[in-house]
Nanobody, 129 residues
């Protein structure tokens, strides 16, 4: 059974930093990709960043580019999201997602939450002004 578990969320002041972790068990995504999404009440889940393990290349939403860094440790089956210069608009529940398919994806595939097969339970990030 595949399980994704996020950790590292919390309360931080504007301008502060947090580092999220996502630990995967039950499967590896070494041929696929993992991603971070976030969601606020009443809104659709929003793409934040993704990484494809085979290339290590990251992909970011424009809203976080230059502030967030996605990385991973394939040996530990763990993905990270370093979030710097946080602002109020970053407040959300952050979800880890994974897909083990080796097929190539388009950019729009990465951005759609419907593309991913596996999800964590989410971790709350709250940025206070």
């Amino acid at each position: 059974q595949v399980q994704l578990v996020e950790s590292g969320g919390g309360l931080v002041q504007t301008g502060g930093s947090l580092k999220l972790s996502c630990s995967a068990s039950g499967s590896t995504f070494s041929k696929g990709r993992m991603a971070w999404f976030r969601q606020v009440p009443g809104a659709e889940r929003e793409f934040v960043a993704a990484i494809r393990w085979s290339t290590g290349l990251p992909l970011y939403a424009d809203s976080v580019k230059g502030r967030f860094t996605i990385s991973g440790d394939n040996a530990k089956n763990t993905m990270y999201l370093q979030m710097n210069s946080l602002n109020f608009e970053d407040t959300a529940v952050y979800y880890c997602a994974g897909d083990s398919s080796s097929q190539a994806w388009s950019r729009s595939d990465y951005f759609s939450h419907r593309s991913y097969d596996y999800w964590g339970q989410g971790t709350q990030v709250t940025v206070s002004s």
